[in-house]
């Protein structure tokens, strides 16, 4: 009989700390409920105590999934606890995931403690967290650098004061694979009582390392594995989901299963590669573009004679479908809604009349309508409620002359034109936008992607504005990749603080 590895997905809390990817509730709704039909376990939904927005995103996924486990991250720290458990009140099955740094590091300089007074700490909570609920999950931080000895310690205090999961963190993407799995072994054949809670990875790819390091980990006895979609996180981000899940696939011989219906990978990939405004890089594992592209000849040969020469996988495994309906500017509301609704996507009847509108006018202009551009249509009403928008765009570049852009803003029911010259069309477009906007605003970063590789694709900006010492995330997408940068341009300034 295989082994049950259960799937705990931090994309909601861990994988939104990257900058610029925060979502609002109704989209970490959205992600949530297609996270519940890809078939995860928990889902981290949120640190309730960091702000408003993460407390009322706890309390609304909670209403709207129903049979995964709701977390809610806290520190140790009661006040924590008690706003975590108020956010959990409508979840159908609830934990708090609560904890403490323990490496000699975090303990020396963050706590500016000792070692017997985090154990206290680390006890208190756990016990002050069973108050509310039964599933208590503890993390001790940064126990990829923590000495053995004293991890082993920590562990077997918290779940003799009840913790049920305990979490044993690579936070810095430091240990090597041979060392992580050696530590959950350590762990496994050292901790009284190891048996009444489940050990739990948590790993940063720092090095390049989470997916192997949590595998090891799980070859070694742990059986929670803390990932995100895509292996987003803070810095190079975290586990990914879809490694973990198709590395134990492959590996039948594992005998380790989990609860993932794979074939929601793909789908599941992309929206939240959309809602996050965070591309797929195209070699990534699994869901990037390129992942079952053969551009050698030796390999196209093997894959046409037999696919298994160089496929490990079967694309169709992973929600890639080559026989997926087509759309066109032919091609009806009930396509558009099918294909959403394979996406993970639902849309109310007026949200999906605005989004048919856009459609069409986007397969007037390009042949093949990509599942990365409905996305970007979906979600293209993030703008609507932007107190300045983009009337009308006209550039003037070429060879051998210099750029000129005019163009037109609405800025909260009043209308501003403005024209200028720039060293480019992007940059005069700039130019003329700041003739209307007088603010000090510098521009740090700028990113083009194309979503596939036609001429006529649509092309995804992310840019960056510094503006009185904040930086503001901005993304847009349009045929017109000058078009596309004003308008993430344009939604940077929209969240500049007033």
């Not at 049979?67 to 809610?72: E, F, K, L, Q």
């Not at 004061?161 to 762990?187: F, Q, R, W």
């Not at 034109?417 to 060293?423: D, S, V």
Request: some cysteine; proline content about 2%; overall charge negative.
């Amino acid at each position: 009989m295989s082994d049950r590895l259960f799937i705990f997905d931090t994309t909601l809390r861990d994988g939104e700390q990257v900058p610029g990817c925060q979502l609002n509730t109704v989209e970490k709704i959205q992600v949530a409920k297609q996270l519940e039909a890809l078939g995860v376990d928990v889902i981290e939904a949120g640190f309730p105590i960091s702000s408003p927005g993460d407390f009322n995103s706890v309390i609304e996924i909670s209403k709207a999934v129903t049979w995964p486990t709701i977390c809610a991250l806290t520190r140790a720290v009661q006040k924590d606890i008690d706003v975590a458990a108020d956010a959990l009140r409508y979840a159908k099955r609830k934990r708090i995931h609560t904890g403490i740094g323990t490496s000699d590091s975090h303990i020396k300089y963050k706590f500016n403690s000792n070692r017997e007074e985090i154990i206290e700490r680390a006890v208190a909570a756990v016990k002050y967290a069973r108050r509310f609920v039964d599933d208590v999950e503890f993390y001790a931080e940064d126990a990829g650098r923590t000495e053995n000895e004293y991890l082993a310690r920590v562990v077997e205090a918290v779940i003799k004061a009840g913790a049920t999961v305990v979490n044993i963190p690579d936070t810095t993407g430091y240990c090597l694979p041979e060392e992580y799995g050696a530590k959950i072994k350590y762990l496994m054949d050292h901790v009284d009582g190891i048996d009444r809670a489940i050990l739990s990875t948590h790993c940063h790819n720092d090095l390049g390392m989470a997916t192997a390091n949590t595998i090891s980990g799980v070859l070694n006895g742990a059986r929670q594995v803390e990932v995100t979609i895509n292996g987003i996180g803070e810095r190079a981000g975290n586990t990914s989901l879809e490694e973990v899940a198709m590395i134990l696939r492959c590996h039948k011989h594992l005998n380790i299963d989990t609860n993932i219906n794979t074939q929601k990978i793909c789908p599941t990939s992309r929206m939240v590669s959309s809602l996050m405004n965070m591309p797929v890089q195209p070699n990534k594992a699994i869901v990037g573009r390129n992942a079952f592209a053969h551009s050698s000849g030796i390999h196209q040969d093997g894959v046409l004679k037999n696919v298994q020469t160089y496929e490990i996988i079967d694309p169709k495994d992973v929600g890639i479908d080559d026989n997926a309906i087509v759309l066109t500017a032919r091609s009806g509301r009930a396509a558009l809604k099918h294909r959403l609704g394979v996406l993970g996507v639902e849309l109310s009847q007026e949200k999906l009349d605005k989004v048919y509108e856009d459609f069409l006018k986007l397969a007037d202009k390009k042949k093949d309508i990509t599942d990365d551009d409905i996305l970007v249509l979906a979600g293209a009403d993030r703008t609507l409620n932007h107190h300045i928008k983009l009337e009308y765009l006209q550039v003037t570049s070429g060879v051998g002359v210099r750029s000129v852009a005019s163009l037109g803003l609405n800025i909260s029911g009043e209308h501003f034109e403005a024209a200028a010259t720039g060293n480019g069309p992007v940059d005069a477009a700039i130019k003329a936008m700041k003739q209307i906007i007088r603010r000090q605003m510098t521009l740090k970063e700028f990113t083009i992607q194309a979503i596939s590789k036609g001429s006529d694709d649509v092309g995804k900006v992310h840019m960056q504005v510094e503006y009185d010492g904040q930086m503001y995330y901005g993304f847009g997408a349009n045929t017109d990749i000058v078009a596309a940068s004003v308008e993430a341009y344009i939604d940077c300034i929209n969240k500049f603080k007033k």
